[in-house]
């Protein structure tokens, strides 16, 4: 059926679609709406959720890899980690633990020019990807945390990667995150990442959380930190709605890059 088309296409373009915009969409009523979806489900094409459905592998444990990540929200990331970076002031002095992730990634990268005077500043991560990007930059002092590296996101893990950042109080984290919700905070989907992320959030005096669009409203399997954790969150577009009030609640900062 050409609506049911339509509507796969629409998930994979924006990942997620709703019983009551679908309906006004097609001018069909909801029951009708459902019914195209059950079917689609049916078929391996989508995966139900409260009030329409996600694409198949927007499952709560489903994770791409950093190759397919890059490649998404490029160009709304760099502007997110311009941003960020753009917080701490050519004139910053101190410490910096720069997470794992794309766009964390992104920030690594903005740190040199945005630091533009970086003597005195330390940069911590567990991120191999953001440690390979700051080695050797001149003026800024590197040190990675070790573990466990995770292939998927080339991130240290575990037990050992848990204690070291424990022992850390670093005056600014950038994190990242796979889902942000008004009612589950922020989550991932492997609970080991989340447990390093949690550590992060509890170590640092200030947590900067870096979320494109596409995160909104998503939940994935694991918590690791409440909204009222956070300080400030720079994302491409203004949250809206149940999230937005949440964050306000939460008295958390909202930057749009």
Request: charged content about 25%.
């Amino acid at each position: 059926m050409e609506r049911q088309q339509l509507i796969e296409r629409e998930l994979r373009e924006v990942g997620r679609v709703s019983v009551v915009d679908l309906a006004r969409r097609f001018d069909v009523t909801t029951e009708t709406v459902r019914r195209d979806l059950d079917r689609l489900e049916t078929t391996g094409s989508l995966r139900r959720v409260h009030g329409g459905a996600v694409s198949i592998d927007r499952a709560s444990t489903a994770e791409s890899t950093l190759t397919e990540r890059r490649e998404r929200q490029g160009e709304a990331k760099r502007a997110i980690a311009a941003s960020a970076a753009a917080l701490l002031g050519p004139g910053f002095r101190g410490s910096i633990f720069v997470d794992a992730g794309t766009t964390a990634a992104a920030v690594a990268a903005s740190l040199p020019g945005a630091l533009t005077a970086s003597a005195g500043v330390e940069v911590v991560t567990h991120s191999l990807e953001a440690a390979h990007l700051l080695a050797g930059e001149e003026g800024l002092s590197l040190t990675t945390i070790g573990g466990r590296v995770r292939g998927v996101t080339a991130a240290a893990v575990g037990a050992h990667t848990v204690r070291a950042i424990g022992q850390l109080r670093p005056d600014i984290a950038f994190i990242g995150t796979n889902g942000l919700s008004a009612t589950f905070g922020l989550s991932t989907p492997d609970p080991e990442e989340a447990a390093v992320k949690t550590a992060i959030i509890q170590s640092a005096r200030r947590i900067v959380l870096l979320a494109d669009a596409a995160k909104f409203g998503e939940e994935l399997l694991v918590s690791f930190a409440r909204l009222d954790e956070i300080d400030v969150l720079v994302t491409d577009t203004p949250p809206s709605g149940a999230l937005a009030e949440a964050l306000a609640d939460a008295d958390v900062e909202v930057r749009v890059a």
